[in-house]
């Protein structure tokens, strides 16, 4: 059979790319290097049978901004869990998210009632500015520009410019701040306020959702929806090289040698190992190959999956217990501030900021009753080091500061480690480590992201295109960058 396109990955935006393709009555094969659909939105039994641990991406947040949903007739069974996310401190204090704003606010009001007042101000101006910021990430990204002035310095600022204009209170800042971190944004970099103020305010409106099951089961409907609209996956098959002849791409050759022919490709693995390996220099040409060569990946970080004889009690109480994240550190921004320049200098942090995903009370399903079931993120973590002999010591470290200042019982059933270097060698997307496929900052954003010449999801050969999350608006769940890719495809081939 003749092939109309292939998509390289079977990550969710290369499903939700391939979806929309069959959408438009295409012939579309999915090809996929590992045993499973998913990439990143993977779900899998990893501390023992029973405990269903979310991989990689675990909250679904961005994604409440994409019409891509309804647009595929997806049946998502997602769970909204009242404590959306909650920052614990050392002294046992904690604030907490909640779905009313009103409980949001009385929480923020214990330590300031000003505070409290901002957070309503601010999340006021996001239902104001909402529709043309979900307008703007689900379209190709427009020329660089701001409406005005102001909106350039809201765009530039830090998180400590922004989070010190706003709040009085450092463990304000730091709660309103911390998913500013989820992106690896520290403290001083341009960005990081808009960044934690999206994040706040969408999880504000919408909650943190997870996916009933974890979030391998998006991968897998969407996966069942690209064969009802006709379309397939292969897994086991791990692409080479795309193949060109006369200026355009006329199918790939997979490792094990075999050729598959097709129309169109779209890609949705990082965006150097399409432009450098499986398109190559001499096709690209050496501006791009220069250009993807200097590309920033950003901070890796070490995942620590554990399975528990019972749930974890934190310190600050019942509150914190039920959140879907529990951001663990000191209400203090020079605290993150060193975190990242050890990292950046290729030391392990003494300091680390840690990001507890309570898979178990978010959706109890994932685990046998009355068992506890979490990940812990340790943000960031330098790649160059020898992982293999470390980290195990490392998360020792980890675990004992946990037990020392946040959480009173860690009864730990079995344990599994990924340093960044097993994560990139179980997942190639994640390269050293990281899960952003390109460090997110300004010069790698909107029309700059992964570079300028390839920002508009189209490549140098004309049939070959990005879905992939190296593109805007990039990463996270939200079938943004699959669903944008698909309209240029369609629009370029109508």
Same mark, same amino acid.
């Given at each position: 059979?003749?092939?109309?396109?292939?998509?390289?990955?079977?990550?969710?935006?290369?499903?939700?790319?391939?979806?929309?393709?069959?959408?438009?009555?295409?012939?579309?094969?999915?090809?996929?290097?590992?045993?499973?659909?998913?990439?990143?939105?993977?779900?899998?039994?990893?501390?023992?049978?029973?405990?269903?641990?979310? /991989?990689? =991406?675990?909250?679904?947040?961005? &994604?409440? *901004?994409?019409?891509? @949903?309804?647009? #595929? %007739?997806?049946?998502?069974?997602?769970?909204?869990?009242?404590?959306?996310?909650?920052?614990?401190?050392?002294?046992?204090?904690?604030?907490?998210?909640?779905?009313?704003?009103?409980?949001?606010?009385?929480?923020?009001?214990?330590?300031?009632?000003?505070?409290?007042?901002?957070?309503?101000?601010?999340?006021?101006?996001? /239902?104001? =500015?909402?529709?043309?910021?979900? &307008?703007? *990430?689900?379209?190709? @990204?427009?020329? #660089? %520009?701001?409406?005005?002035?102001?909106?350039?310095?809201?765009?530039?600022?830090?998180?400590?410019?922004?989070?010190?204009?706003?709040?009085?209170?450092?463990?304000?800042?730091?709660?309103?701040?911390?998913?500013?971190?989820?992106?690896?944004?520290?403290?001083?970099?341009?960005?990081?306020?808009?960044?934690?103020?999206?994040?706040?305010?969408?999880?504000?409106?919408?909650?943190?959702?997870?996916?009933?099951?974890?979030?391998?089961?998006?991968?897998?409907?969407?996966?069942?929806?690209?064969?009802?609209?006709?379309?397939?996956?292969?897994?086991?098959?791990?692409?080479?090289?795309?193949?060109?002849?006369?200026?355009?791409?006329?199918?790939?050759?997979?490792?094990?040698?075999?050729?598959?022919?097709?129309?169109?490709?779209?890609?949705?693995?990082?965006?150097?190992?399409?432009?450098?390996?499986?398109?190559?220099?001499?096709?690209?040409?050496?501006?791009?190959?220069?250009?993807?060569?200097?590309?920033?990946?950003?901070?890796?970080?070490?995942?620590?999956?554990?399975?528990?004889?019972?749930?974890?009690?934190?310190?600050?109480?019942?509150?914190?217990?039920?959140?879907?994240?529990?951001?663990?550190?000191?209400?203090?921004?020079?605290?993150?501030?060193?975190?990242?320049?050890?990292?950046?200098?290729?030391?392990?942090?003494?300091?680390?900021?840690?990001?507890?995903?309570?898979?178990?009370?978010?959706?109890?399903?994932?685990?046998?009753?009355?068992?506890?079931?979490?990940?812990?993120?340790?943000?960031?973590?330098?790649?160059?080091?020898?992982?293999?002999?470390?980290?195990?010591?490392?998360?020792?470290?980890?675990?004992?500061?946990?037990?020392?200042?946040?959480?009173?019982?860690?009864?730990?059933?079995?344990?599994?480690?990924?340093?960044?270097?097993?994560?990139?060698?179980?997942?190639?997307?994640?390269?050293?480590?990281?899960?952003?496929?390109?460090?997110?900052?300004?010069?790698?954003?909107?029309?700059?992201?992964?570079?300028?010449?390839?920002?508009?999801?189209?490549?140098?050969?004309?049939?070959?295109?990005?879905?992939?999350?190296?593109?805007?608006?990039?990463?996270?769940?939200?079938?943004?960058?699959?669903?944008?890719?698909?309209?240029?495809?369609?629009?370029?081939?109508?």
């Amino acid at each position: 059979m003749s092939l109309d396109a292939l998509v390289l990955g079977s990550g969710h935006n290369g499903l939700t790319c391939a979806c929309y393709l069959a959408q438009q009555g295409r012939r579309v094969l999915v090809l996929e290097a590992n045993a499973t659909v998913g990439g990143l939105t993977v779900t899998q039994e990893i501390t023992r049978p029973g405990f269903h641990s979310d /991989l990689h =991406a675990f909250g679904y947040q961005f &994604a409440s *901004l994409s019409p891509a @949903p309804e647009e #595929l %007739g997806l049946k998502l069974d997602l769970l909204r869990p009242d404590v959306a996310f909650a920052h614990a401190f050392p002294d046992g204090r904690t604030m907490q998210m909640h779905a009313a704003l009103d409980d949001t606010c009385a929480r923020i009001a214990s330590f300031s009632s000003r505070d409290a007042s901002q957070w309503r101000a601010l999340y006021a101006r996001w /239902l104001e =500015a909402k529709p043309a910021i979900a &307008a703007a *990430l689900n379209a190709s @990204p427009a020329p #660089l %520009g701001w409406p005005s002035p102001d909106a350039f310095r809201f765009a530039m600022q830090s998180l400590r410019s922004w989070s010190t204009e706003w709040f009085e209170q450092e463990a304000v800042r730091m709660f309103l701040g911390t998913f500013s971190l989820h992106a690896n944004v520290a403290p001083d970099q341009a960005g990081g306020g808009q960044i934690a103020w999206m994040f706040d305010s969408i999880i504000q409106e919408f909650g943190n959702r997870v996916v009933r099951g974890g979030m391998g089961n998006l991968a897998l409907t969407l996966a069942r929806r690209l064969e009802e609209l006709g379309g397939s996956v292969r897994t086991g098959a791990r692409v080479s090289k795309i193949l060109v002849s006369n200026g355009r791409a006329v199918g790939v050759r997979l490792e094990s040698g075999e050729e598959i022919e097709a129309g169109l490709i779209a890609s949705n693995v990082d965006p150097r190992t399409l432009t450098l390996d499986l398109l190559g220099p001499e096709v690209v040409g050496a501006a791009i190959a220069d250009k993807m060569g200097r590309y920033e990946w950003g901070d890796s970080i070490m995942v620590i999956y554990l399975a528990l004889d019972e749930p974890p009690r934190f310190r600050a109480g019942q509150d914190a217990s039920r959140a879907c994240y529990v951001h663990c550190t000191p209400p203090s921004l020079e605290y993150v501030s060193r975190m990242f320049t050890q990292t950046r200098g290729g030391e392990l942090p003494d300091g680390p900021v840690l990001i507890v995903c309570n898979d178990g009370v978010a959706d109890p399903s994932r685990m046998p009753a009355g068992k506890g079931l979490v990940k812990i993120l340790v943000k960031c973590v330098p790649y160059s080091l020898d992982w293999d002999a470390v980290k195990e010591a490392y998360a020792d470290r980890v675990i004992a500061l946990l037990q020392e200042h946040y959480i009173e019982n860690l009864s730990v059933l079995s344990r599994v480690v990924h340093s960044p270097l097993d994560q990139e060698r179980h997942i190639s997307s994640a390269v050293r480590g990281t899960e952003l496929q390109g460090a997110f900052v300004p010069y790698q954003s909107g029309p700059m992201r992964p570079i300028p010449e390839l920002a508009q999801y189209r490549t140098p050969v004309p049939n070959v295109y990005l879905c992939c999350s190296g593109s805007h608006p990039g990463p996270g769940v939200s079938f943004m960058p699959g669903r944008n890719a698909a309209r240029v495809i369609a629009t370029d081939c109508s």
